[in-house]
């Protein structure tokens, strides 16, 4: 059973650059066909799509958020990484990582996994 775990500092200063991490386990980032994403909830509003990185590596971007964000991976650790830079408290969410059978996951299938989120506040 595939099981994604976020990681990375709760709270980054305005300007600055978030950094979160996603564990793997259960299963490899490289298997066929899984695309690997972030997603993020800030407070009272929807969830937000951020990017992905493909089983074969290619990246995905929000038009909205393609300026500021790097989505890389680590095969060795079977990890993923987000890098959003330039944060502003408009960026304060919860960060959640997904894998799903899109570069933008649908909830309602059933290869939707989402790690538990992490909570990112940007103060200063």
């Known amino acids: 059973q595939v099981q994604l775990q976020e990681s990375g500092p709760g709270l980054v200063k305005p300007s600055q650059t978030l950094s979160l991490t996603c564990t793997v386990s259960?299963?490899?980032?490289?298997?066929?066909?899984?695309?690997w994403s972030w997603i993020r909830q800030p407070p009272g509003k929807g969830l937000e799509w951020m990017g992905a990185?493909?089983?074969?590596?290619?990246?995905y971007y929000s038009p909205s958020l393609r300026s500021r964000t790097s989505i890389s991976r680590d095969t060795s650790k079977n990890q993923f990484t987000l890098q959003l830079s330039s944060v502003t408290p408009e960026d304060t969410a919860v960060y959640y990582c997904v894998r799903g059978r899109q570069p933008q996951p649908y909830s309602g299938s059933d290869s939707y996994v989402r790690g538990q989120g992490t909570q990112v506040t940007v103060s200063s």
């Open positions: 990185i493909a089983y074969s590596g290619s990246t």
């Open positions: 259960g299963g490899s980032i490289t298997t066929n066909y899984y695309y």
